[in-house]
């Protein structure tokens, strides 16, 4: 793998490391802080602007149950200073499952590859 790509995916991974862990710091340190940062979560409207968007991770964080990914098909492209990955998230929530396809994208500057956008959109099962 190139290492802007290596790079991209390590990025990706500590966002799902931030969300398995339910960890407000380090899912803050994925992020850009902008007012146009966009998150959709699975089943939600998109939310835009940071506030809002760690706003929902605060809520999301306070739920109980705690959500292990096992992400599959991952495919990672870099255009310059833009990189996104979109993947199939695996979700299990005890004896639950879903899956969720999605996108995130990313923005390199002086930190590294920092998250500006998370799309979720659950797969429905036939």
């Known amino acids: 793998m190139l290492p802007d ?25 994925v992020w850009q802080h902008g007012d146009d940062v966009l998150c959709t979560h699975p ?6 602007g940071w506030a809002k968007i760690v706003a929902s991770w605060y809520a999301i ?8 990914f096992i992400l599959t098909d991952p495919s990672p492209s870099v255009r310059g200073d833009v990189g996104w990955v979109s993947v199939t998230e695996n979700l299990l929530d005890g004896p639950a ?28 099962r036939a």
């Open 5 to 29: 790509v290596e790079a991209l995916m390590a990025a990706n991974q500590a966002f799902y490391d931030a969300f398995e862990a339910a960890d407000l710091d380090a899912m803050s340190e």
């Open 97 to 124: 499952t879903s899956t969720v396809a999605a996108i995130n994208l990313f923005v390199r500057d002086d930190r590294g590859w920092s998250m500006v956008a998370h799309h979720g959109s659950p797969v429905l």
């Open 43 to 48: 089943g939600w409207a998109t939310l835009q």
């Open 61 to 68: 964080f306070q739920n109980p149950q705690r959500l292990q």
